[in-house]
């Protein structure tokens, strides 16, 4: 099984973005689906988190802009970035976290924020 993000790329400050990450194969029992994300130079940090309840986290620099959905369905979970800062330029990755304690990274997607 794996995980491909997609929907990275250039954009402006201001400008949104949406990014989808999907599994390759069949995963059951999701629990978090997540957004991590690291800029060059730093650690790797949660960006978002969403549960298969629906309930969701925010690191507090992404809140209000930034909105986590899944499609439990489909595997697949997404996040809308709007109001897109230079600071959130970095390399962005999901990740699935399932009950049992096994989890999935995808390879990550390149979001680079600049005029």
Do not use: H
Not at 51 to 58: A, H, I, K, R, V
Not at 94 to 102: E, L, P, T, V, W
């Amino acid at each position: 099984v794996q995980l491909q993000a997609s929907g990275g790329g250039l954009v402006q400050p201001g400008g949104s973005l949406r990014l989808s990450c999907a599994a390759s194969g069949s995963i059951s029992s999701i629990y978090y689906m997540g957004w991590y994300r690291q800029a060059p130079g730093k650690q790797r940090e949660l960006v978002a988190r969403i549960t298969s309840g629906g309930n969701t986290y925010y690191t507090d620099s992404v809140k209000g802009r930034f909105t986590i959905s899944r499609d439990n369905a489909k595997n697949t979970v997404y996040l809308q970035m709007n109001s897109l800062k230079s600071e959130d330029t970095a390399v962005y990755y999901c990740k699935f976290d399932r009950y049992n304690g096994i989890d999935y990274w995808g390879k990550g997607t390149q979001v680079t924020v600049s005029s």
